[in-house]
């Protein structure tokens, strides 16, 4: 399940109205399709862990090759924690494929560019949104101090709730979650025996 994507939308959609619906995809080949049915988006983001890092990148540079004007944004564990290494990161596997990394929890940074995109090109945002990180054309990389945790979860909305996790069950029902769910609360004043 993509939580964590669909964690960055449905924060995203409380901050602002979108002019386009969010897409999620769970399947390469199904984002490929969309890319050639529907053409370039303005905005890409990709989740970049160590298992998916090499096809996060090929889809990215193909974007950039493709659509050059759609901005590409990365986020996710799979960057290092100081700044030269950073640096080096960027200059090696990044550059000339994404535009801005967003690094540690995303959804307020992620929303602030989008807000920010609505103003301003890509070039202009460059080191200006917190937890936010992009290469400029002159090799330094721009950073801005790290965000606070959300401390209060709840205002990252459920994208379970939303809707926007529905097509990844394949085919299992999302009702199963809520009896288990159910199953567990019943545990804590029966017994094992007796909940099963």
Partial sequence: ???????????????????????????????????????????????????????????????????????????????????????????????????FYVEGEGEPAFADLLLTFNDFDRKEVRGTISGAHNLHDDGILYTRPPRLRIHNLSSVPSPYLAGLMDEFFDGMHPRLTAARAEWAARTDTTTNAEAA
């Fill in 1 to 99: 399940m993509p939580q964590a994507i669909a964690g960055l939308a449905t924060y995203a959609t409380t901050k602002m109205d979108l002019r386009h619906p969010v897409w999620l995809f769970k399947y390469p080949e199904a984002l490929a399709a969309a890319l050639e049915q529907d053409g370039p988006p303005d905005v890409i983001g990709f989740s970049h862990y160590i298992w998916n890092s090499q096809l996060s990148l090929a889809f990215a540079e193909l974007v950039k090759r493709r659509f050059p004007h759609t901005t590409v944004v990365f986020g996710g564990p799979h960057y290092p924690l100081h700044l030269p290494d950073q640096t080096d990161f960027w200059h090696q596997r990044l550059a000339g494929k994404v535009d």
